[in-house]
């Protein structure tokens, strides 16, 4: 199987780091083409975000991890299997502070830079406004201070592009995160369906701990109230005493409240490991 991930950009960490912790390891460090990975069956291509949903839509890869702005752009029919909860952003239409345009319906007859040419002419087709699309490839923050455009649509997430360019939004066109695609012909191959679960696992992880301790059998009803867990706790019984072991599932969020609980009402030896996955 070969995996397509982003060789340069926002993406292409995270992508590897996702990869690392699914049981992936890219072999070598040196940014061949084709490189493999502690897995004998899979190899990983590394490409431009850009260009992955074409590479995986006409089988050069099997799977691949892009932005899913990437593939709505492409218009290529591949099969988002996972969002992978990195890389996200929200592609918007801005323009300039000072401007008159006030809502979409304002540019009809304007001009708009972009690096999605795709999505800007389906857009505003399906408003039935007329525009002009200027295509760039990048920095499209300065297009109408350089008068080639009189707004912009481009991504945004924390919002700094946007401000510290004096520019503010109009609409918002899409979201979009990191996505895991596939070609349409693979997705019921053993490797893509191990993939997604190993990934699936990591995901459902994050964040999630592991939470052991012994109690005194008789609080046990109220240990439950506390931490209900997935299934209900696992409950075994320590071999001296009247004591219960108790393992439960819980969100890192929830520690804080959980612990001086559990303290107070006579839990003790608690253990907090973090989980790697989690497979429902
Ligand atoms: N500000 C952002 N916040 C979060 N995700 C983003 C942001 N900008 C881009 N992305 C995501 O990362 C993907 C790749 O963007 P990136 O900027 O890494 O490469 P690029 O600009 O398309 O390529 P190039 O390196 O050729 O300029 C985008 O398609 C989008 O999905
Ligand atoms: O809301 P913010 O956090 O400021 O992020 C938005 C910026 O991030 C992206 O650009 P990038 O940094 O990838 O540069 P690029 O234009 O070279 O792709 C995007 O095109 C915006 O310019
Ligand atoms: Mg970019």
């Known amino acids: 199987m070969i995996i397509a991930i982003p060789n ?17 390891r890219v072999e070598s460090s040196e940014r061949k083409l084709i490189v493999p990975t502690n897995n004998q069956r899979i190899n990983i291509l590394f490409a431009r975000a850009r260009d992955i949903p074409h590479y995986v839509a006409n089988g050069s890869a099997d799977v691949g991890i892009t932005g899913y702005d990437m593939v709505v752009e492409s218009g290529e029919d591949v099969k988002v299997l996972l969002k992978l909860g990195f890389g996200k952003a929200k592609l918007v239409i801005a323009v300039p502070m000072n401007s008159d345009v006030k809502a979409v319906e304002d540019l009809d007859g304007k001009r ?14 399906e408003k039935g406004l007329n525009v002009k699309i ?14 080639i455009a009189d707004a912009i649509l481009d991504l945004t997430s924390t919002g700094t592009t946007l401000r510290v360019n004096n520019l503010r939004v109009v609409e918002e066109v899409l979201e979009t ?9 693979v997705v019921n191959e053993f490797e ?52 219960l072991a108790v393992h439960v599932v819980v969100h890192e969020d929830r520690l804080f409240e959980i612990l001086e609980k559990l303290k107070k009402i006579g839990a003790r030896d608690i253990l907090i490991i973090p989980i ?5």
Request: proline share 5%; hydrophobic share 45%.
């Open 8 to 24: 340069k950009g926002r993406l292409s960490e995270p992508s590897l780091e996702l990869l690392r912790e699914a049981g992936i």
């Open 192 to 243: 893509v369906k191990a993939l997604v679960t190993s990934i699936q696992g990591v995901l459902n992880a994050k964040g999630m701990m592991y939470l052991m301790m012994n109690i005194p059998a008789d609080i046990l009803d109220e240990v439950k109230r506390i931490v209900p867990g997935l299934k209900g706790p696992t409950v075994m019984k320590v071999e001296n005493g009247n004591m």
């Open 276 to 280: 790697q996955r989690l497979i429902y």
């Open 134 to 147: 200027v295509e760039v490839s990048g920095a499209c923050e300065n297009a109408p201070y350089i008068g």
């Open 177 to 185: 995160e990191a996505v895991l695609i596939a070609n349409r012909n």
């Open 112 to 125: 708009i830079a972009t690096e999605f040419k795709n999505i800007a002419k389906r857009y505003f087709k």
